[in-house]
């Protein structure tokens, strides 16, 4: 009976986290240029891929890698801008599955139910999309998602790569798994300053963990794996740092100050600023709940491997606790960065917090799923003598888990709501002005009318009074090959 209402509370989370991904999916194409599309879209069409990458490199930021996808997805139009989304929805979907899938062997536990494993990765999906406050930038917006939601799947794709390296049992593949590592670490070390920071974080306190002299690993290949990711980070970041373009960006910064006593101060308080507006979404805690199902269901799956009730291979408890430390430090990093490049309203950019927002939400899953688990075993193992109120206390918790899942879910529904009718509403706006402009143009005209359609927090043509320094305007302008585009 339990096993059945199990599946059948995980199924309706699913459906509805599945619903609500579709729906995000979905509105990728319904997304038109805003902010930094214009730039992107003039410079991909007449400079091709390799002219915006030498121009990110010798001008704007440095970001080779950025630069060069950046191309990539701008090189017809908006399409590939459009696909975007619905890319992130299937990639993550995936790799989570089959990582989740890697750990749970690798820890000696049972194969959960595809239902299991599915409402766990659409609730974590839906949740890093849109439980944020940022949830169009995040999944929408073509520069955000190349510079801050993409590297965490290639990181997560990586690490897939490490396992399955691990799993084949033979030295070259393990060879292509350290390579790939250095490699993909120094395309990302290219691409995003604040996942570079994040992954190398994490990279050396694994590599160290897993040194075979405290007896986790038997062999250096985690460790190497590692070596090898956080060498490709480093070389991938001397060189954006190093560039032409991230020197010129850093002369505009006049507002840096040195790391007193005083500043130090002030980045804790941003830091702690931002763990205040992540706190208040309370709908992360659908992580939790959804990882504490399926926990349940790999209780009731049946009995571990090691056939004696505990949790598969112990994990220490020190190493269990390790992600909590290490995601408090790449944050403070990351609010470090941010403080230096934007300023002190730099941690408002909360598009750059999913660096760290996609361990977090995998440590509550786990956290979710452990405890899950050991309270399964306590109530469903079989065999023990019937207690008082087991079958009670079966019910509560999973009524109790369940609608805290569920309640998470709905507290989704609501901001994907507005964010399709926002979405939705420009798009058709934006398609009969842009109908307009083409027109004009059509017939010689050398000036364009544009009405700013502001959305997700973004800058539209005429976010500043002066022309000069109106870089949307001037990109838009050159987006649509006339000489200055006029408030209508």
């Known amino acids: 009976m339990f096993p059945r209402a199990l599946n059948g509370v995980s199924a309706v989370v699913a459906l509805g986290a599945g619903a609500i ?43 080779v890698t950025n630069a060069f996808l950046t191309g990539v997805v701008y090189f017809d139009d908006m399409r590939g801008a459009k696909l975007m989304p619905a890319f992130l929805v299937v990639g993550f979907g995936l790799v989570l599955f ?67 390296g691990a799993r084949s049992g033979r030295p070259w593949a393990r060879r292509a798994a350290v ?82 006593a005083e500043e130090l101060g002030e980045i804790l308080h941003d830091w702690s600023r931002i763990w205040q507006t992540v706190a208040d979404q309370w709908a992360y805690l659908g992580a939790f709940a959804v990882g504490a199902l399926l926990g349940l269901g790999l209780a009731s799956a049946g009995p571990s491997r090691d056939h004696d009730g505990s949790a598969g291979r112990r994990v220490p408890w020190f190493l269990a606790l390790l992600p909590v430390p290490l995601i408090a430090l790449a944050s403070l990093g990351v609010t470090y960065g941010l403080r230096s490049g934007y300023g002190p309203s730099g941690w408002t950019y909360a598009r750059t917090w999913i660096s760290f927002l996609v361990p ?63 979405t939705v509403h420009r798009s058709i706006a934006w398609d009969n002005q842009n109908a307009g402009i083409r027109a004009d143009v ?16 973004l800058a539209e043509p005429f976010f500043t009074s002066s022309y000069e320094r109106d870089w949307a305007a001037q990109c838009a302008a050159r987006y649509y090959q006339v000489d200055r585009l006029r408030r209508p």
């Open 21 to 63: 991904l579709a729906v995000g999916a979905f509105l990728g194409l319904y997304v038109r240029p805003t902010s930094d599309d214009w730039c992107a879209l003039w410079k991909a069409r007449d400079m091709g891929v390799l002219g915006i990458t030498a121009d990110f490199y010798n001008t704007q930021n440095g970001r």
């Open 179 to 260: 390579v790939m590592a250095a490699l993909t670490g120094l395309a990302l070390g290219m691409l995003s300053e604040p996942f570079t920071m994040v992954a190398g974080i994490f990279a050396v306190a694994a590599g160290l963990v897993c040194l075979p002299r405290f007896g986790r690993t038997k062999d250096w290949y985690v460790t190497t794996w590692c070596t090898a990711a956080c060498l490709g980070l480093g070389t991938g970041l001397v060189i954006l740092y190093t560039s032409p373009g991230a020197r010129w960006r850093r002369a505009q910064n006049t507002t840096q100050k040195p790391l007193t």
């Open 98 to 164: 089959f990582l989740a899938r890697a750990a749970l062997r690798a820890l000696g536990l049972p194969r959960p139910g595809a239902v299991s494993l599915v409402v766990a990765v659409a609730l974590f999906e839906a949740l890093l999309f849109f439980a944020g406050t940022r949830a169009y930038q995040t999944l929408l917006w073509a520069p955000t998602t190349i510079s801050h939601t993409l590297p965490s799947l290639i990181g997560l794709t990586a690490v897939l790569g490490a396992v399955v």
């Open 360 to 422: 977090l939400l995998l440590v509550l899953c786990a956290y979710g799923a452990w405890a899950g688990y050991r309270l399964g075993r306590l109530l469903l193992t079989p065999g023990r003598p019937a207690a008082p109120g087991r079958s009670a206390a079966r019910a509560v918790t999973l009524v109790a888990v369940g609608a805290l899942a569920l309640g998470s879910t709905i507290a989704l529904v609501r901001p994907v709501y507005v964010l399709n009718k926002t």
């Open 442 to 457: 059509a017939e010689g005209a050398t000036e364009a009318t544009y009405r700013p359609m502001n959305i997700g927090w």
